[in-house]
């Protein structure tokens, strides 16, 4: 296989996660590393045998077929736009934007863009098992979906004015995995959220603890389960109630070891974080994306399935808000 | 330790748990059998070298003790007022009644009755250790409930139109839970509710098929899931959602067996329905009955257990009817 | 159904097991407790409404069908032969006696005789549920068991002299599992054991860790896993491996609950001790005696299987002092 | 981090686990590929940018700082040692060599050499945990081991001959296992072996199946548990028995996914064979050889290790043929 260069514009959080990936595959080599604070481009590129470009040079370079947005949120729809426009194939860090006007406003461009936003649950491979037999009608035809995701602590309060909220900083998962399961379109959303947590997070005017009820037009129901502070890991669950049984999906534990004493038996802590938890995701999402950028695949995940979710996510906090379903 | 006599009223489904139960305890002699309709009372009496008899004579002889109310609903309450008029300690089935304004009315009699209601969950061993962890603090503050509570196979069509439908005879059951481990009165319930397994119950105006989010006052949530059809059998647990982590009590399995193959490894099959289910939860009731018979125990649910129960599942009606939450 | 008169002989550890058991089956009268030391035939009589005899009373009266044995082991064959001789059915706890010798001399008294013995392990519902599976071929042909009998706690070394030995007091219950599964009788047993957990057991002569290998003739294998002191309950289970995948009755839990935390995924204690992990056993142990009382059975374990297993058990230790293997 | 080139020998079923692992990590370059027959190396090398070589040419190279020898078991001890006489750290297959005695023979030209045995379940995540526990002492003393090693299906017949039989070529992981964590070497071995799965394999003078009992000076015992076919997939286990409780590590499933239906609980299958069962350990132990090239730890697992795992073999053969203990 041959190689084609990519360029990472953002090497923090997320970067530190896709770039490696990228830079490992045997399709791909990571050729720029984009990040405008000191040195952080340099540690990610001197590791990979990549180098430092700003966004410019690295669109501007023909070779680079490729480009991974895992900048700052606020920034995600501006890089993207550019790198789509220079006719590269993309990879975006999810949300597309927190503002749901200014992301709707921006989607002529990525009609027919090589586009692929960073919904990484649908590709880790327990929640992929579950769509497939789903999809296969195993167990018969879907009823109800419950989808727990909790984060296993809440994060600091810097982190809230800048994150779009819970709803769509977090539950934007969820909502995705949601229409991604459920395939059909919600019509009703009722939340109902506290703060629970951290009380400077509600001093934010945040929540931290929701349970949301999504409804479908043939009577579907999926509920939501989020809190910012899971207090045993990173709890990450799927279950489908079926006509003919229930499909779950469960946490994946740090090992199989178990200790049994006369306390119990005692088995090893779930993941406590995302980058454990869906290192396969991850893995596998760049495995897609490499297709994409070999012209072996579509997207997967397009940008209008970002607005989707970011709608559900806008309606979810209007209903805590009022205490009343909404209607997206 | 001296036996007494007990009277079991009706030998229908629920009597035929009771009544044995009774008989084999070594602190209770079942005495009479009361059930009008013909060689029912008899069969169960024959059984346990007890009597058959009419209500008013079973409660007329002051040898009885305690009575045990296990006829249908709709008779639940004069049969359990006759015998708490009558001085006897009253175990008597859920609900008290389908018309939340009767049982209000009838709640003075009930003041200093020893009266125990039949939510027999709060008995089960499993779900009574996770109330006792909880109350101790053991995962730290409880923050939010799932309660799943699905019956492995809808009811013939002719149950419904008797059976107060779904929240009033099925929800309940976890409405009581609810109120019993949150130690909150809930102040908000959203229900949304489908009939998604047999249409027929739809026409006869019932749902098949719910979920019902309960808000406190300190803003802990609630979720209970419920379906007249599981397909995989008596699906019944309750996880709870702490500041310190979470406690789950699953489901009981019929035996321990694992067949691991190609195909996966193969656990048996979750218990059918509730006599398998809750055998030890209906086993522990009687043995509080035997302790509020014999005056060493005041009844654990009460009367008013009963009203709070039956007031929230009307409220669930009401939220499911109007697609808005509803403050009982 | 009529109750038959049954007598109990030993109302000691076991005794206090099966009497109630017993008492509360609706086919059985518990009529006798015969038991010599002061107090103990009378407290258990007194609890079910029983009477208090010797042996020869309760042996000569005709309405008595039945006698459970419980007393001491070194007066099992007496007692047992005793109720023979006087036409009762009888179930017998395990083992027959510690004398192999002594046991076949007694064999001809007991070859039409309705005698039960107390192997409760072919009694469980999960080892049942295993063995089932294994006859209907569900996973193919066995090839190999795996059975693992290990006490939560060593006893007191007061114990040790009169018990007759790890492999006669405990490993017997795995032999008699081996020969229900295997279907085959051994042709070679290698026993290797040490004192690992209490030296006292090892100054009386006596082991309190061992590993059992028996083979059969047609080359299947089977290991027997024993330890006087599990440090973590009652630890019982079976493994059976076909050609088709393996099956596996593993452990009962004291309840379902499991919680989550930072620490992993605790689940209760395993149940600490026979009455407990097999109380479902203990229970339909007496259902089939009184089967056999009222003449709808023939005993499933008879006189000719404890001395199977006994001979097994004496081929087990001398195995172990030799460390050669040994074929009975 | 500086790559330093590294050359594999052999690419066939393992060179195609070990070869991508080395030429993904960034502290290596596999920079040579050496493999004789036609088309082999090259399709390698080409994937991963390499070059095609014969072993001298590669060993003569200076750059080469490392040589992983994944050839046939025939040529293990050749290709290890001319890779060490030419002062490159290697990385071996198990096992040295089947011939015990050549094996030893050649142990002084291994004395300082930088020589990392592939017993890759040392490096099994879940593996080590349980190592760790038990050498921190969590639930007491080591009194006892369980290995299970049971491969999916059987090989081909034509496999055999060349193999070193089931106790070198197979049950050899798990006695290196023992000696890793039993902490004392076995002076008692006892095999007991069968052809049950493929008679086939009885007629080549090989067994499928085989149950060993180690014994060590103080007492502790060890089982292990060998099938050439289970059934199932690949099964993996360990336990170990300890004075406060027991630790064990158990199979990985391929996903969390379980399917509850009237049926049962149907969890995903185990992994069916050692290239996903073992992906970590495999990803784990090339990192632990990028250390030893890079000169930052002496090998875990050396030469010595290879040759007492090889004695234990050749005493299980024997015990198995003599149907005798024997002590190494």
Redesign the interface.
Known sequence: ?Q?IDVALVGAGRMGQVHG?NA??H?GLRLKYVVDARPGVAEAMAG???AGVAGLEQALADPSVGGVLVCSTTDQHLAHASAAVAAGKAVFCEKPVDLDLAKARQAQPLFRDARFLLGFNRRFD??FL??KR?LDAG???RL??L?IVN?DPAAPPPGFIPTSGGLFKDFTIHDLDLARWLLGEEPC?V?A?A????DPEIGRLGDVD???V?L?TPS???C?I?N?R?????Y?QRIEA??????????????????????????????H?GFPERYRDAYRAQIEHFADVVHGRAAPAIGYDDGIAALALAEACGQSARA???VHP
Do not use: Y
Request: net charge positive; with cysteine.
């Open positions: 296989m190689r490696p830079a490992r045997p590791q990979w045998q491979p327990h098992a579950l037999r195993e167990v018969g009823e109800a419950h909790h009703e009722f109902s506290s703060c629970l947590v603890t929701a349970r009820l409804r009577g579907r129901l509920v389960s809190t502070r899971s207090g045993c890991g709890d109630f079926c006509s003919g049984g229930r499909l779950a999906a469960d946490n994946v534990h740090t090992s199989t070891l178990v200790a049994t004493t006369a306390q119990g038996a005692l088995a090893a802590p779930i406590p205490a009343a379903p």
